[in-house]
């Protein structure tokens, strides 16, 4: 079960659009649609934004929004905010009640 | 509103057993909606899953981790617990309780605020 590959770093300007990608194997992104986004501040717990792929918790904003495509998810925040300077992590199922993380990326707001 | 609170230890010694309990308020664990979880996070690096429990005992290991591991579930106190043993170094870090939604999905929806745990090297 190997880590899910996200970029260490993203950055954008107010008002842009940013992607993050998140990508696994056939065992896990490729094969579940179970794939969830996390925002986490320094210091915090991380926060749900993202699950089943594409679906948003209810009363979050629609600035988050996810895809996939084969064995790689993504996570595009749109209208950039100077508050979406985060970190952000991808989830996976992987099978047999298992779940494995990507490594993270630092999104900085310029 | 659900609530999840880690306590346990925040130092422990090299090679001992690492013990932390979740205490889940606000609901009950024995819900057949959800696992309950743990995870970690070493000091400026990602999030690492460590293992569900289920109410009734169903267990699962992140196989990396499975050889030193034990999760347990008290229902009567709506808590569960993690142990791990011969601890190191590597082993520093904040861990956080979870709750999942697997009904028909999967994803972390309710997290502790998670506590440090360090092993001195």
């Known amino acids: 079960q190997s880590a899910l590959t996200q970029p260490a770093s993203v950055s954008g300007s107010p008002g842009q659009s940013v992607t993050i990608s998140c990508t696994g194997t056939s065992s896990d992104v490729g094969t579940y649609n179970f794939v969830s986004w996390y925002q986490q501040f320094p210091g915090k717990a991380p926060k749900l934004i993202i699950y089943?792929?594409?679906k948003r918790p209810s009363g979050d904003s629609d600035r988050f929004s996810g895809s996939k495509s084969g064995n790689t998810a993504s996570l595009t925040i749109s209208g950039l905010q100077a508050e979406d300077e985060a970190d952000y992590y991808c989830c996976s199922y992987a099978g047999s009640s298992t779940l494995v993380f990507g490594g993270g990326t630092k999104l900085t707001v310029l | 509103q659900l609530q999840l609170q880690e306590s346990g230890p925040g130092l422990v010694k090299p090679s001992e057993t690492l013990s932390l309990t979740c205490t889940v308020s606000?609901?009950?664990?024995?819900?057949?909606?959800?696992?309950w979880v743990w995870i970690r996070q070493p000091p400026g690096k990602g999030l690492e899953w460590i293992g569900n429990?289920?109410?009734?005992?169903?267990?699962f290991y992140n196989p990396s981790l499975r050889s030193r591991v034990t999760i347990s579930v008290d229902t009567s106190k709506n808590q569960f617990s993690l142990r791990l043993i011969s601890v190191t170094a590597a082993d520093t870090a904040v861990y956080y309780c979870a709750r999942i939604q697997r009904a028909g999905t999967y994803y972390f929806d309710y997290w502790g605020q998670g506590t440090l745990v360090t092993v001195p090297s």
């Open positions: 429990i289920f109410y009734s005992g169903n267990i």
């Open positions: 089943d792929v594409s």
């Open positions: 606000g609901g009950s664990i024995s819900s057949s909606s959800y696992y």
